[in-house]
């Protein structure tokens, strides 16, 4: 298992968190999500078959692209 804090400039609230946690929870491999408004950062847990390169496009596709 991976994981890895991302930042992600455009979280702006909660809401925001929770769209980016409801999408990548959707991914085959992801196992945890959780993020902080504040710091305008991700925190994804995973494990094969998802890569880091996937939820990096995956935030991107919805604008919420890591820095």
């Known amino acids: 298992m991976e994981k890895q804090t991302i930042s992600v400039p455009n979280i702006s609230c909660g809401h925001c968190v929770m769209n980016i946690k409801n999408e990548l929870a959707e991914m ?6 959780e993020g ?3 710091s305008k950062t991700i925190t994804v847990e995973w494990e ?3 890569t880091l390169e996937m939820i990096r496009k995956t935030l991107k ?3 919420y692209p890591a820095a």
Not at 28 to 33: A, R, S
Request: positive net charge; glycine residues 6%; without cysteine.
């Open 28 to 33: 085959i491999g992801v196992t945890k999500v």
């Open 36 to 38: 902080d408004p504040k």
């Open 48 to 50: 094969s078959p998802a």
């Open 61 to 63: 596709q919805i604008n």
